[in-house]
């Protein structure tokens, strides 16, 4: 952190125009991250609070701070105009950026109607799925693929409507991914030349 401080002081000091250093976009994310860090530090130091390890709820007040922190992970995000490899996979996605609103869009139309189905289904059969949102979220699990295990259908008619959910769950993320890939193809091709 002490870097981060100094690095800052010395541009602050020796930068022509204050405004002209704060154009940067990314920087203007990284400074109030990194004062943030500063200011937990010198909370750190100055009253004995650990910030981190709040196990009474006594400081609530410096929840802010430990949000403000999570934010450090905005400075990878530097790295990618550094890569070309990356600004490809960048411009296809944002290339496929209508593709990918109508598969999000088909996702929650899917998750609503299937978990509901779900629902009425499982709910006399097995406690577990307990409300539409509970189904909901095994809905998601199943389309993805991700099958955590912490909800599964115990009936028939629920196991036969899992099947096909999962399989109409493979064709979902299938035939998006076709369109992206041809997407990051043209991308690449073109940025090749």
Request: charged fraction near 15%; charge should be positive; proline fraction near 2%.
């Amino acid at each position: 952190m002490g870097f981060f401080t100094t690095d800052f002081l010395v541009r602050l000091v020796t930068w022509p125009s204050f405004s002209r250093l704060l154009e940067k976009h990314i920087q203007c994310i990284g400074y109030p991250i990194n004062l943030a860090i500063l200011c937990g530090l010198i909370a750190n130091g100055v009253g004995n609070v650990d910030i981190d390890n709040d196990e009474l709820g006594e400081n609530q007040h410096y929840v802010v701070l430990r949000v403000c922190r999570i934010f450090r992970i905005v400075r990878i995000f530097k790295f990618i105009r550094h890569s070309r490899d990356l600004l490809i996979i960048m411009k296809a996605v944002s290339n496929a950026k209508r593709e990918l609103i109508l598969l999000v869009c088909l996702l929650f139309i899917f998750v609503i109607t299937f978990g509901s189905i779900m629902f009425y289904i499982e709910s006399s059969y097995n406690k577990n799925f307990s409300s539409i949102m509970r189904s909901c979220w095994w809905v998601i699990v199943t389309i993805t693929t991700v099958g955590y295990g912490d909800l599964y259908p115990e009936s028939v008619g629920g196991q036969l409507f899992g099947g096909f959910v999962l399989t109409l769950g493979i064709v979902f993320l299938a035939l998006p991914m076709t369109i992206i890939v041809s997407k990051f193809s043209f991308v690449y091709e073109r940025e090749k030349m």
